[in-house]
C-alpha cells in the first residue's frame, strides 16, 4: 500500500496550491479519504474528506470557501485546492483514507510553507 503525495512549497499569502495524492495497493475508489495537517509545534488537525464517490465534503471551518478537495477515482488521485493561502497554513499536510478519523493508510506528508 502506497500514498505517494506531491505538490507542497514555498508560497506568498493569497498564493495558490495543489495537493495531490496518489494511491496504490487498496480499493482507492472504495475508500472514502481526508487530508491532515500538522503545523510546526502542534499536533494534528482535520482538514477536509471526502466520500469514495466524491458526493460529499466537508472541511474545518478555517479552510472553508478557500480550500476544495476532490478525486479522481480513474486515476487513483486525491486532491487539495488550496487559494488564498495564509500564513497558519503553515504545516505538513497527509492524506489518509478514513471519514471519521485517519485509518491505518497514510501518505509520507508534503509540506506548505506560506510567509512572505
Known amino acids: 500500500v502506497q500514498l505517494v503525495q506531491s505538490g507542497g512549497g514555498l508560497v506568498q499569502p493569497g498564493d495558490s496550491l495543489r495537493l495531490s495524492c496518489t494511491a496504490s495497493?487498496?480499493?482507492?475508489?472504495?475508500?472514502?479519504m481526508m487530508w491532515v495537517r500538522q503545523a510546526p509545534g502542534k499536533g494534528l488537525e482535520y482538514v477536509s474528506r471526502?466520500?469514495?464517490?466524491?458526493?460529499?465534503?466537508d472541511y474545518v471551518e478555517s479552510v472553508k470557501g478557500r480550500f476544495t478537495v476532490s478525486r479522481d477515482n480513474a486515476e487513483n488521485t486525491l486532491y487539495l485546492q488550496m487559494s488564498n493561502l495564509k500564513p497558519e497554513d503553515t504545516a505538513m499536510y497527509y492524506c489518509?483514507?478514513?471519514?471519521?478519523?485517519?485509518?491505518?493508510?497514510w501518505g509520507k506528508g508534503t509540506l506548505v510553507t506560506v510567509s512572505a
Open positions: 471526502i466520500t469514495e464517490l466524491g458526493l460529499q465534503t
Open positions: 495497493g487498496f480499493s482507492f475508489s472504495n475508500s472514502d
Open positions: 489518509a483514507n478514513g471519514w471519521y478519523a485517519p485509518l491505518n493508510y
